[in-house]
């Protein structure tokens, strides 16, 4: 898919938009999904996020954002090319950020309610609306029963987001697949550092199933696959690693 060229900035929030190649390096990555005003002379809610972002960041590295919108003045890229940005930047986001104003007049929303099925247990969502948003029960039902954070602001969905992650953690390159609810986890990070150790060099993740630790002292499960090179220079390996139940990590 071609992309727009993207131009790094030295600020500790770095915004993506749809169309751009994310910087090499960050600590943390907030993706703000959700209903995009079809009428341009609608402003987005998403701008007002970025500045909520802006404000209440304090890790000591880069936060980037990623917005499914042009830059201004810019254009959408062909919708197939849209879509595989999108879903290639929610994989790599350590957070996606649900903010859902629903008015079925006017910004229905719908695609939403797909993408917050896709995400809602992944353990990375945050859901935000407004308490006159339409037909949100189903979706705050879930968000009750999986343990998703709630709120009813922009600032606060995105404050909430950034407690999520917290510092953050710098990832380079193929590091940046792998969302901080599996990159701070110990069999992860046992794993990661052998291969360090043997000079192997991590070129991309994917999280195919995750599940919160089911208390304070229990230990999140999930099944990721990863794609790596090895240190003897032979092709690439893609293998797929299991936590689960607490006992540590098979392959």
Not at 4 to 33: D, F, K, M, R
Not at 54 to 66: D, H, I, M, Q, Y
Not at 99 to 126: E, H
Not at 217 to 232: E, I, R, S
Request: aromatic fraction near 8%; hydrophobic fraction near 45%.
């Amino acid at each position: 898919m071609p992309v727009e060229p993207h131009t790094p900035v030295t600020s500790e929030v770095e915004v993506v938009h749809v169309g751009q190649e994310p910087p090499g390096t960050w600590a943390a990555a907030v993706y703000l999904c959700g209903p995009t005003p079809a009428d341009p002379a609608e402003p987005s809610w998403r701008p007002g996020a970025v500045d909520a972002l802006r404000s209440a960041w304090r890790g000591a590295g880069r936060l980037v954002v990623f917005l499914p919108e042009p830059v201004p003045g810019g254009g959408y890229p062909a919708y197939g090319d849209q879509i595989a940005w999108e879903e290639e930047a929610m994989r790599r986001s350590d957070v996606i950020l649900f903010w859902i104003p629903r008015d079925m007049a006017t910004l229905p929303g719908l695609v939403s309610n797909i993408k917050w099925g896709s995400w809602c247990d992944s353990g990375r969502a945050v859901l935000g609306a407004p308490p006159e948003a339409e037909r949100m029960a189903y979706l705050l039902h879930f968000a009750d029963a999986l343990g998703v954070p709630v709120e009813r602001t922009p600032t606060g969905a995105a404050e909430a987001a950034l407690r999520a992650v917290g510092p953050g953690h710098s990832r380079s390159g193929g590091e940046r697949a792998v969302p901080l609810t599996v990159w701070r986890t110990k069999p992860f990070r046992t794993w990661y550092a052998a291969r360090r150790e043997a000079g192997d060099r991590l070129l991309d993740a994917r999280v195919e199933w995750y599940a919160p630790a089911a208390g304070p002292d229990g230990a999140a499960g999930w099944l990721l696959t990863v794609t790596v090179a090895p240190a003897d220079g032979s092709g690439p390996v893609v293998n797929r690693l299991l936590a689960a139940q607490g006992q540590g990590m098979l392959m």
